[in-house]
């Protein structure tokens, strides 16, 4: 098969958050180069552009409900590619990882109550809890050995006020595959101080080939599992996700508050959901882009130690996140983003919404072809050095 990773795909004035978004939202011009919103540069395997395109010759778009077939797509792709067995009618339709985060906060926990992160951790964590007035209970991770790890005396002590535990699993954006002994530490606590587990597994499916990704869902039949296709294929837009709840006094209130929502799928979310997770075709390509994702993270965090070994960054074991530590250029988060944007003429997810423990960092996003990801260190190299001549002062 050709490399997925390095075809071009232009999504130039296709509307896309990623590209077009850069000047309808922060006006800026077209050479700056996206490397921020987690979607990646690729076309989706075409196992399911076939299967949409077939969908889309129907002319049949009216309401739809979860199809059966995509609730057992769902359990049996649990049960090969993660040694869980879901019950296929515990899965759930969400219109979005999200989402289905929000709505579980909502259906399970009531105002003022104690909900866990663990930063630096993906921004909605911490919007979605204080959004519904929930109290936000932070047992940031640690940095170990150059690692992230968690921190289980913080975490302890976060769980005996709270309610509910959101887990990312893959985190975004240290890019911790978390350990089987992590997990069941993480159970235990949970257990003990009657936290309910809810597993953020969006980007499970892009564990690399050299790690193995855990569903938590195997060590605890209570744990709900949020997750979707959509990182894995790359067809975030379809907002093609879904909720598996085991329990069925928590399911029957998501199922609630889902209603008062209006959450259901388009007919696409169904045929994406049953082609990414059916068709072996689609499952060979993700094999391979997980392998190719793999070599880029070798790549791009090799080409950082080489070239500019003064801006740390942590090798990830899943996706295409690499978590930045801009600590060493002494720039504040404003004056950075204007560097980055206007000099460098990239564009990175600032650190500071990933928590405060971010400040200092970026998130690169590497889902793109190599001579991209090129350009842009190219960019930021030639810069740095541009800064210390005009300012007299190293960086570093
Ligand atoms: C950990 C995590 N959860 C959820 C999402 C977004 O999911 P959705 O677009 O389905 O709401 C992302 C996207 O980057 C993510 O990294």
Request: charged content about 25%; hydrophobic content about 40%; aromatic content about 10%.
């Amino acid at each position: 098969m050709k490399s997925i990773l390095h075809q071009t795909l232009d999504r130039t004035g296709t509307d896309s958050v990623k590209w077009d978004g850069l000047e309808r939202w922060f006006h800026l011009k077209s050479d700056v180069l996206p490397l921020w919103v987690a979607d990646i540069d690729v076309r989706t395997a075409p196992a399911i552009s076939e299967a949409l395109t077939a969908r889309a010759a129907t002319g049949e778009y009216g309401y739809t409900l979860f199809s059966r077939d995509a609730q057992r797509a769902v359990s049996d792709w649990y049960s090969r590619r993660h040694d869980v067995k879901f019950d296929p009618n515990h899965v759930l339709f969400s219109s979005g990882v999200v989402p289905g985060l929000t709505h579980i906060v909502e259906a399970l926990t009531e105002e003022g109550d104690g909900v866990v992160i663990q930063s630096p951790v993906y921004p909605p964590f911490h919007e979605l809890v204080t959004g519904l007035k929930r109290e936000l209970l932070d047992a940031p991770l640690i940095q170990v050995n150059g690692r992230y790890e968690m921190d289980f005396d913080a975490l302890e002590a976060a769980m005996r006020q709270a309610k509910l535990f959101l887990l990312c699993s893959p985190h975004n954006p240290v890019g911790r595959v978390w350990m089987e002994s992590e997990l069941a530490r993480v159970i235990e606590l949970a257990r003990r101080h009657d936290v309910i587990i809810v597993a953020d597994e969006i980007h499970a499916d892009l564990t690399y080939p050299s790690q193995h990704h855990v569903a938590i869902g195997r060590l605890d039949d209570r744990v709900i599992t949020v997750s979707a296709p959509s990182k894995a294929f790359n067809i975030a837009g379809l907002f093609a996700s879904y909720i598996v709840c085991p329990d069925d006094a928590w399911r029957k209130r998501i199922i609630q508050v889902q209603n008062k929502h209006h959450v259901l799928p388009t007919p696409f979310a169904n045929t994406a959901i049953i082609a990414a997770y059916t068709d072996p075709r689609a499952e060979r390509w993700l094999d391979q882009l997980t392998a190719e994702l793999e070599e880029q993270a070798a790549y791009v965090v090799g080409r950082f130690r080489e070239s500019m070994p003064y801006l740390t960054c942590f090798m990830p074991e899943a996706s295409y996140l690499l978590w930045i530590d801009f600590e060493a250029l002494g720039l504040e988060p404003d004056a950075r983003k204007k560097w980055l944007q206007e000099d460098v003429r990239i564009f990175l997810s600032p650190g500071t919404p990933f928590g405060e423990s971010g400040r200092s960092f970026e998130r690169l996003n590497f889902g793109t072809r190599r001579t991209l990801i090129d350009e842009a260190l190219e960019r930021l190299i030639r810069q740095v050095g541009e800064n210390e001549q005009r300012t007299g002062n190293a960086f570093v």
